[in-house]
């Protein structure tokens, strides 16, 4: 069992910079960051697997970068220039695997923090 707690969530300006944190019980190899809006499925923004190696969807990609700290089982998401369109609850994800596929979608995730929101205005 792996729990998950994020934080760094609020209002921010178009172009502005925001940084999530997610503190995680236990070291955990495959993590993410989904993102989802009212209406629509969740959505995979940022990958880390075991070795540190990052993948991005396109939408965010040069903008955001995930990281984490294996010491302190702590995953991050940094944000900048931050757009309208980014607003949303953040999900920290977390599956304990030997092996991290690239970009998988939510369902491949077993544990989920309780999310945190993000609103970009204009």
């Known amino acids: 069992q792996v729990h998950l707690v994020e934080s760094g969530g609020g209002p921010v300006q178009a172009g502005g910079s925001l940084r999530l944190s997610c503190a995680a019980s236990?070291?955990?190899?495959?993590m993410a960051w989904f993102r989802q809006v009212p209406g629509k499925e969740r959505e995979g923004v940022a990958f880390i697997r075991r070795d540190g190696s990052t993948s991005y969807v396109d939408s965010v990609r040069g903008r955001f970068t995930i990281s984490k700290d294996n010491a302190k089982n702590s995953l991050y998401l940094q944000m900048n220039s931050l757009k309208r369109e980014d607003t949303a609850v953040y999900y920290c994800?977390?599956?304990?695997?030997?092996?991290?596929?690239?970009?998988?979608?939510?369902?491949?995730?077993?544990?989920w923090g309780q999310g945190t929101q993000v609103t970009v205005s204009s």
């Open positions: 994800a977390a599956r304990f695997d030997s092996v991290c596929p690239g970009m998988p979608s939510a369902s491949w995730y077993v544990y």
């Open positions: 236990r070291y955990s190899g495959c």
